[in-house]
């Protein structure tokens, strides 16, 4: 709009006459919007608002935030339960018990494996529950060990029984 | 009638004053309709302009700043108003090659007798295709560069120029015809 611009003849006809209008409307009423156009206002004017207002959606907004902060502020909270104060009662000197195994514990072996391994693998080695060593001792297929400084019992069957047996008789 | 000041006058409308907002009415009207005759086709959709113009005013007064004349900001509101009419109608800014101002545009020999005042002017720039008035409207009357007509329009400034040559043409023709009878 600043820059000079090419008016024609034409151009300045129009605009001169457009631009020197009377204030008050011709009398022939060419000028002058019908009163139905009023009444149209009016009644745009006097038509409550559809939907949701600007104001009624920033509101809505404001308050999902808020709800939803609450209740991520809420459930991030660790659940404090009520606290009992423990009862002190004088603590005796606790008696040391033989301990047995306790169910968490690994059951340890009846007695250390004499087969292969090395004692101390065999001796931290937990047997579990249902093994193959256990039921070995449950059935009884162990046979008892001989004291340190006893005589060495052999078999009643066994080969180096019968050549004793050979050499006595 | 009673006369109010440009801020009396906004602030008893967004106080949602009747008489104010009467008052706005009846001081407008008149000036904002002669400007949407020049975009319309005709005194109907003028009409029309004119209403959906006012209710936008009102709606929107709460952004009137005071930085200028309330006049001159209805007058946009107004403008754009014509705008949007216009722009729902399909290529509205095209070229009319075959167009003839004369085939039964004219309903009487009276018309080319008459005067050039305004109301005749008004009459033969409605007659023009919706694109020709727009262009002319905004370059002649309104003050717009192309530039600014090609953005405002959403077409090319040689669109623009070329719609703006076509419209002089046609207001000569209708002139010079005026003229001579």
Do not use: C
């Not at chain 1, 209740?71 to 005796?92: A, D, G, R």
């Not at chain 2, 033969?124 to 309104?142: D, H, K, M, S, W």
């Amino acid at each position: 709009m600043t820059e000079q611009q090419a008016q024609s003849p034409i151009d300045d006809l129009f605009q001169k006459t457009f631009e020197n209008l009377p204030d008050s409307p011709a009398e022939s009423g060419w000028d002058t919007p019908s009163d139905r156009v009023w009444q149209n206002v009016q009644t745009n004017l006097s038509k409550p608002k559809k939907g949701w207002g600007t104001q009624s959606l920033v509101l809505m907004a404001a308050l999902v935030v808020t709800v939803a902060a609450g209740l991520y502020w809420m459930f991030s909270q660790p659940i404090k339960t009520p606290v009992t104060q423990p009862v002190v009662t004088p603590v005796e000197q606790p008696v040391v018990a033989p301990s047995e195994p306790s169910e968490n514990q690994p059951v340890a072996s009846p007695k250390p494996s004499t087969s292969t391994g090395s004692g101390k693998d065999a001796q931290s080695k937990p047997v579990p529950r249902n093994s193959t060593e256990e039921q070995k001792a449950k059935s009884g297929d162990n046979t008892a060990q001989p004291l340190p400084g006893s005589k060495p019992t052999l078999p009643p069957n066994s080969t180096e029984a019968q050549k004793k047996k050979g050499e006595k008789n | 009638m009673q006369s109010f000041s440009d801020q009396e006058l906004v602030s008893g409308v967004l106080q949602g004053s009747s008489t104010h907002q009467t008052a706005l009415y009846r001081q407008f009207s008149v000036p904002m309709f002669r400007v949407l005759l020049r975009y319309a086709k005709d005194r109907a959709e003028a009409e029309d302009m004119l209403q959906d113009g006012f209710v936008r005013v009102y709606r929107d007064m709460g952004q009137f700043r005071g930085e200028g004349a309330l006049g001159g900001w209805i007058r946009r509101i107004m403008v754009n108003t014509a705008l949007s009419h216009l722009r729902k109608q399909r290529d509205f800014v095209r070229d009319v090659p075959d167009f003839n101002v004369f085939e039964s545009k004219f309903h009487t020999e009276e018309d080319f007798a008459s005067n050039l005042d305004a109301q005749t002017l008004m009459s033969y720039l409605q007659r023009l295709p919706p694109g020709y008035r727009t262009v002319f409207n905004f370059y002649a009357i309104e003050g717009f560069s192309h530039e600014e007509i090609a953005e405002q329009l959403g077409i090319s400034i040689g669109t623009s120029k070329s719609q703006l040559f076509k419209a002089r043409e046609f207001l000569k023709k209708i002139l010079n015809k005026s003229f001579i009878s």
